[in-house]
């Protein structure tokens, strides 16, 4: 066989074990070829499809970044059971998934990479689309992806084939470590021969590790808790990748300890359950932060405390605080200097805790603090999401006509801009994979690719659950090349593009920091004034746009009906069994409500502008309660 063909042969027979549940840890491939890999990975995809069609399907792509999102999108509706790989040809292919490289490796969430790279013999160096730096001629392209992935290996003789491809496959599936797994591939050992023995061929299971909680991590953890009078939980992405979510909420009930939940969390309790508060942090509810900022005793279960989780360290202002970590990773595990981290899974170690509630109960002036801020939240999201009848509604009515018109098991996904924020406070979660925001890297462009990703992920697990995918035009115009992928394969999404003419988001972090949203506005050059601030609108149609790609579009007029035709198009999008695209403009100028949260955007220290020097004032101020986390 040839390295390629070995290596894809090797990857179809590839088992993830969780539990009862076995599948596919790489169900198919995602591939654009040119000359550094069409007669390697490409020819080795054709022969499979061939022979076995079956075994290792090949799925084409538009643009190298947009696998890796799609991989991630997977990854994450899959629980980290299973992802994509995602194969490029020599340079900028390559590069091109650099993004996605640190976005997986960002998110804890496996994504495997197949760059090409230029020949190992060197024989024609250099070639077309090949890096040269005079201090090492050995480098190329692909050693950009060393800091980016969680593994890394280059390929440079058939024979470091089995060793990399297992020690790959390992950390892939290993909850701990996993993140971007990049094997380099030379285009000339791609194509060359060898002599492949059949135990690397055969079918090979990758147990998901689970560790239990060790007794005296867990016991002295048990011992904070049971001494907190106002005890919290900041649950992450971890429960929902352990599935501990419902271990979670038993112990929530059986105890009273409120959640609040991170972006990867959302969906580790259904926004209605008594002990659930919301988002925490920059983008939190006031009933999550007003609790965080009292509370004596701070439970992260699968959380890395991203700043967006702790308001930039100003979120926890107890003095006395203790945060008990429990976290798969070691690394997690020990933030802000805590003494009492349980290095295990999430799951096992909410079983243990389920067995030892005594003494953790919550007492009933706490319980009643949970249930009034509860209330006062639910009432200013119920009015964030009522319509007001404004020609150009503000994002929050957009988001509640979306909400309104879906389906408890819908998942809504979102990367970049306002949009995560604002879904962070009002999005009311009903299903523990309905809630999909890729805020780790948040990288604009993530979202179509990713939604797609997630669809592929439902489908594989019998769901036709509908995926809505809100956009704002400026991750739109990022990367909207994979809707010609939803026509090809008959994917259907629903992909809503809010338009406010620019980077609405930073625009508004702009104003905040001085800078008068100087740079966001997509309007046409001023020649007098050498910006972009004042100019006409520039004539983008992106409704236009998208139906240029063969996709159904429904373009929302301006007007005081807008809100009410919205929820008509997520109905007639529900309905249809093709990708349907909605367009509608909104006002960027309307915020959705503050939930008490900060985030630290530095302000310059000196200006000889009247808005930066009153902004700065405000930053020194807003500092303040800034404070370094020792446990």
């Keep these: 066989m040839t390295v390629s063909q070995a290596l894809i042969e090797f990857l179809a027979n590839q088992w993830t074990v969780d539990g009862d549940v076995r599948e596919r840890t790489v169900p198919g491939v995602f591939g654009i070829f040119g000359h550094g890999n069409v007669a390697g990975i490409g020819q080795a995809l054709r022969q499979l499809n061939v022979e076995q069609p079956d075994l290792m399907p090949y799925y084409q792509a538009r643009n190298e970044q947009a696998m890796v999102h799609q991989s991630v999108g997977y990854a994450r509706m899959h629980r980290r059971r299973a992802t994509f790989a995602s194969a490029a040809s ?40 090949q890096l040269e730096q005079p201090w090492d001629t050995g480098l190329t392209v692909n050693d950009a992806f060393r800091p980016l992935s969680r593994f890394f290996d280059r390929v440079h003789r058939p024979e470091q084939l089995y060793s990399i491809a297992l020690a790959a496959m390992r950390v892939l599936t290993d909850p701990a470590e996993t993140g971007a797994v990049t094997i380099a ?26 560790p239990l909680p060790e007794r005296g991590p867990l016991a002295r953890a048990l011992e904070a808790i049971r001494g907190a009078t106002q005890p919290l939980i900041v649950a992450g992405g971890g429960v929902l990748y352990s599935s501990a979510e419902d271990e979670l909420r038993r112990w929530a009930e059986a105890t009273g300890i409120p959640v609040a939940t991170t972006q990867a969390g959302g969906g580790a309790l259904p926004w209605d359950h008594p002990q659930y508060l919301g988002g925490i942090g920059a983008t939190g509810s006031t009933a999550a932060n007003r609790l965080a900022a009292e509370a004596d005793v701070i439970i992260g279960i699968g959380t890395r405390y991203s700043d967006f989780t702790t308001a930039s360290r100003t979120a926890f202002q107890n003095p006395a605080v203790t945060f008990v970590n429990i976290n798969v990773v070691p690394f997690d595990a020990y933030k ?42 639910d009432a200013v999201v119920d009015e964030a999401l009522a319509p007001t009848g404004a020609s150009l509604p503000a994002q929050a009515e957009i988001i509640g006509a979306i909400q309104a018109a879906s389906e408890p098991e819908d998942v809504i996904v979102q990367a970049a801009g306002s949009l995560p924020g604002d879904l962070h406070k009002l999005w009311r979660v009903r299903d523990p994979l309905g809630y999909h925001v890729e805020y780790a890297f948040s990288c604009m462009g993530y979202e179509i690719a ?80 050498r910006n972009f601030q004042g100019g006409e609108l520039l004539p983008v149609d992106l409704a236009m746009n998208a139906r240029s790609y063969g996709v159904d579009v429904i373009d929302i007029a301006v007007g005081v009906r807008a809100i009410e035709e919205l929820g008509d198009a997520i109905a007639r999008a529900k309905a249809s069994d093709k990708t349907t695209v909605i367009h509608i ?45 020792l446990g």
């Design 90 to 129: 020599v340079g900028p292919g390559a590069t091109n998934m650099l993004t996605g490289a640190a976005l997986a490796t960002t998110n804890r969430l496996p994504a495997l990479l197949l760059p090409s790279d230029t020949f190992a013999t060197r024989v024609a160096d250099p070639v077309l689309q």
């Design 185 to 210: 591939l030379p285009e000339d050992v791609q194509a060359e021969a060898m002599d492949v023995p059949l135990e690397f061929l055969r079918e090979r299971e990758w147990h998901i590790r689970r």
């Design 336 to 377: 802000h200097g805590s003494q009492r981290p349980v290095v295990a899974d999430a799951r096992e170690t909410l079983t243990a805790l389920n067995e030892a509630v005594d003494g953790c109960m919550v007492s009933a002036e706490y319980a009643a603090r949970i249930a009034r801020e509860n209330a006062e939240w």
């Design 450 to 529: 990713g939604g797609l990703g997630v669809k592929r992920g439902a489908l594989a697990d019998g769901s036709d659950r509908d995926v809505i995918v809100m956009v704002g035009d400026g991750s739109y115009l990022m990367l909207h090349s994979e809707l010609a992928t939803a026509v090809a394969e008959g994917l259907k999404i629903i992909v809503v593009i809010v338009q406010n003419h620019g980077y609405a988001s930073i625009g508004h972090l702009s104003e905040t920091v001085g800078s008068e949203r100087f740079g966001t506005k997509y309007r046409r050059l001023e020649p007098e004034g």
């Design 585 to 629: 403009e909104s006002d960027p100028l309307l915020y959705s409500p503050d939930g008490e949260g900060w985030w630290d955007v530095p302000v310059a220290a000196v200006s000889t502008t009247s808005e930066t020097q009153r902004a700065r004032a405000e930053y020194e101020r807003q500092v303040l309660p800034q404070r370094p986390l």
